[in-house]
């Protein structure tokens, strides 16, 4: 069967959630399916992080934006290039496309109530356009995968789609995401002082960013250590608006904001940090909180959407909209060695139940039914 993967933007330098999910997929099927021929869909970029092989063809489709590359190019070149079936990863797909249609339906975020705080005009356009094609590509899907039990049901629901359509398939981690003793050389480019808080955040409303700044506030107020906080992919002028509104001047001196941190150092930044904020409002899935789990680094993550699924019943989960219960948690853990010993290996054993090759042999299962 000649398969066709979108993963239009895995070429691009500074990758988020959905770009390492395709590229993992791509390179876990590259090394187990002997049977089926791929045609991976990209943009051109400057990060070839795939190469073709005798049964894994990368094709660079080049056109300037994405619905027009989406709309346009991807069904332009399936056709050309003789693909049987195709795969689209990122929550959407092609009005018209002649072959039959697999969608990684991520979450259905674009149908909920839009936080109209949110200025940011990329994630905007994103949300309208998301809200004008998937409602009109769902019949058109023979199988839509989500990644947690939390988002299906909210897919079957909110959507009216039957379960025999649907399918979940959760995301893995790489392995390179462990235990390590030498870390300085990497996390010291970020920030000079081991044993920090560290928090992965953008200005989307949902990750919760001004909340937990507050929480953090609060945890200097009454720490003893106040250990700093780094906080990778956010600017320092979306932050003074936060710290301003809020009166928290104080926690200035103890920011750090390195901005885009790579994939390949996070593990040393994971090591390096004494906790890990992962405190959003709503995932679906949640891969930094795998991440830090089997790097042996207490998560501090939220009772909320997909997080208690993917953390498990032990993990460390707080109310989000509560910046006291996150300090307090904070405060727990760095006072409390009993309680931060037995949440450190809590994660550890929880991230063994997660893996990329997993996740791709799933995968491939599907792609075999839906080609039967």
Same mark, same amino acid.
């Given at each position: ?31 187990? =399916? ?23 063809? #990368? ?93 299906? =049901? ?8 039957? /379960? ?39 200005? =989307? ?140 290996? #809590? ?9 990329? /090759? ?15």
């Amino acid at each position: 069967m000649k398969i066709g993967i979108e993963a239009q933007r895995i070429f691009r330098a500074n990758k988020h959630g959905m770009d390492y999910v395709v590229l993992q997929e791509i390179l876990q099927l590259q090394q187990i =399916d002997r049977d089926n021929e791929y045609y991976v869909f990209v943009s051109p970029g400057p990060d070839r992080c795939v190469t073709s092989t005798d049964r894994m063809h #990368v094709v660079e489709v080049p056109m300037p934006s994405y619905p027009l590359w989406e709309q346009v190019a991807l069904p332009l070149a399936v056709r050309r290039t003789g693909v049987e079936m195709l795969h689209c990863t990122s929550n959407t797909a092609p009005l018209w496309c002649h072959v039959p249609l697999v969608l990684t339906l991520h979450d259905i975020i674009f149908l909920e109530p839009r936080d109209k705080t949110n200025r940011s005009l990329y994630q905007n356009l994103g949300w309208l356009y998301r809200r004008l094609v998937v409602p009109r590509i769902l019949d058109k899907c023979r199988r839509i995968i989500t990644v947690s039990q939390y988002e299906k =049901d909210n897919i079957m629901r909110r959507l009216g789609i039957d /379960e025999q359509r649907m399918a979940m398939i959760y995301n893995g981690y790489n392995d390179y995401f462990r235990p390590l003793s030498d870390t300085a050389g990497i996390y010291k480019q970020y920030i000079d002082r081991q044993g920090y808080i560290f928090f992965l955040g953008n200005t =989307d409303p949902k990750k919760n960013t001004e909340r937990t700044l507050v929480a953090y506030a609060r945890y200097v107020e009454q720490s003893t250590v106040k250990r700093p906080l780094l906080m990778a992919d956010l600017d320092r002028d979306y932050l003074d608006d936060i710290i301003a509104r809020n009166h928290i001047g104080h926690i200035r001196p103890l920011l750090h904001l390195p901005g885009y941190i790579s994939n390949s150092h996070l593990p040393y930044v994971y090591n390096g940090a004494f906790a890990f904020l992962y405190t959003s409002l709503r995932e679906s899935f949640g891969i930094p909180l795998l991440e830090a789990m089997a790097c042996g680094t207490p998560v501090i993550t939220s009772d909320t959407s997909s997080m208690p699924e993917i953390g498990g019943r032990q993990a460390i989960l707080v109310d989000p909209t509560s910046p006291d219960a996150i300090a307090s948690m904070l405060l727990r853990l760095e006072t409390d060695a009993a309680f931060y010993e037995e949440k450190r290996k #809590v994660g550890l054993e929880r991230a063994t139940h997660f893996s990329w /090759e997993q996740t791709a042999r799933q995968l491939l299962s599907l792609y075999n039914e839906v080609g039967c």
